[in-house]
């Protein structure tokens, strides 16, 4: 799908330098990926302290060596 958008040409180019990556495009679609993913990591912790910890769980079986 083509877009065209009007972007901060200083933003724009301070992040291809930042990031290392070629092109605008690239870019781009890397800040979406990262902004997307930043979010559903806010929405995960807003559970924190709403779930009650399992009673089995075994939380020392996963330390043996």
């Known amino acids: ?31 979406l990926k990262e902004f997307v993913n930043r979010r559903k990591q806010l929405e995960i912790t807003t559970l924190f302290g709403k779930m009650d910890p399992d009673p089995d769980y075994d939380y020392k079986s996963g330390r043996s060596r």
């Not at 799908?1 to 992040?15: F, G, K, V």
């Open 1 to 31: 799908m083509a877009t065209n958008l009007a972007i901060d040409d200083s933003l724009l180019h301070e992040a291809l330098k930042i990031g290392g990556l070629k092109t605008k495009k690239d870019t781009v679609n890397l800040a």
